[in-house]
């Protein structure tokens, strides 16, 4: 008798949660179906944010090449030096490759260095077979052919179809972007340096002097202007001014 007493003391403390009006048996197994779906949806939605961060963007004007290493057709490393470099070339397929290789081939080994230009060729994806020949054939040529294996390297450079892509730079920030056709134009199309913009402008007057140094004044009228503005001006007449300020501003 005692042995119930305490019995049913004991459940009345510790109900049995099933007595519980609140109590669902479908209830715990769909909370924790419910939680699971939930950390799968932020686990998938992190690992998808992490992913699309992770892909390389192509580059735009005014943005800065990242630095970059790679070998070239020899195995000899390099390294990508902003401040050395003024034209990047990259080829981003075979057949476009083949082309610019040829071009660039009969321009001899000092002609890109001469223009402070890289080329780069996609090998990324090329199936062993395709190195075992091309990579020989690479070394044959006589400019140097930096070797991108590199997907996320090659991501970087904008492309357009059977076209190389030119980076022209300045302290490795992109100043333009341009496209070659190896087949239809010379490389040094693409591979030209703006004057300054302070230069001056080269005029032709009437006088046997013919050309002068024209810097945004106007042009004397006559030799009594010339004669009168010598000092103060530009080269008069032909004659530059001595003075040191104009010491580079000769009479042509």
């Keep these: 008798m005692l042995l119930l007493t305490a019995k049913s003391d004991l459940q009345n403390t510790f109900p049995n949660p099933s007595t519980h009006p609140s109590y669902s048996s479908t209830s715990t197994p769909d909370l924790m179906k419910s939680n699971l779906m939930t950390l799968l949806s932020v686990l998938f939605t992190v690992t998808f944010c992490s992913?699309?961060?992770?892909?390389?963007?192509?580059?735009?004007?005014?943005?800065?090449?990242?630095?970059?290493?790679?070998?070239?057709?020899?195995?000899?490393?390099?390294?990508?030096?902003?401040?050395?470099?003024?034209?990047?070339?990259?080829?981003?397929?075979m057949t476009t490759g083949k082309k610019a290789n040829a071009a660039l081939n009969t321009l001899g080994k000092d002609h890109l260095p001469g223009k402070k230009a890289i080329y780069i060729a996609n090998i990324h994806g090329m199936p062993g077979i395709g190195r075992f020949f091309a990579i020989p054939k690479m070394k044959k040529y006589a400019h140097r052919i930096i070797l991108a294996d590199d997907a996320d390297l090659i991501a970087k450079f904008p492309q357009q179809e059977s076209k190389v892509t030119v980076l022209k730079l300045a302290s490795g920030?992109?100043?333009?972007?341009?496209?070659?056709?190896?087949?239809?134009?010379?490389?040094?199309n693409v591979l030209k340096c703006s004057a300054p913009a302070s230069q001056g402008k080269f005029v032709r007057l009437k006088e046997p002097s013919a050309k002068v140094w024209h810097h945004s004044l106007p042009r004397p009228a006559n030799n009594i202007q010339c004669q009168r503005e010598r000092e103060a001006s530009w080269t008069a007449c032909g004659k530059p001014r001595r003075d040191a300020a104009f010491a580079g501003r000769t009479a042509w």
């Design 51 to 93: 992913t699309l961060s992770a892909i390389a963007q192509p580059y735009e004007k005014g943005q800065s090449v990242e630095a970059f290493s790679a070998p070239d057709q020899h195995g000899t490393p390099f390294t990508f030096q902003p401040t050395e470099t003024r034209f990047l070339l990259i080829s981003h397929d």
């Design 173 to 188: 920030r992109i100043q333009s972007i341009s496209y070659w056709n190896p087949e239809t134009e010379p490389v040094d």
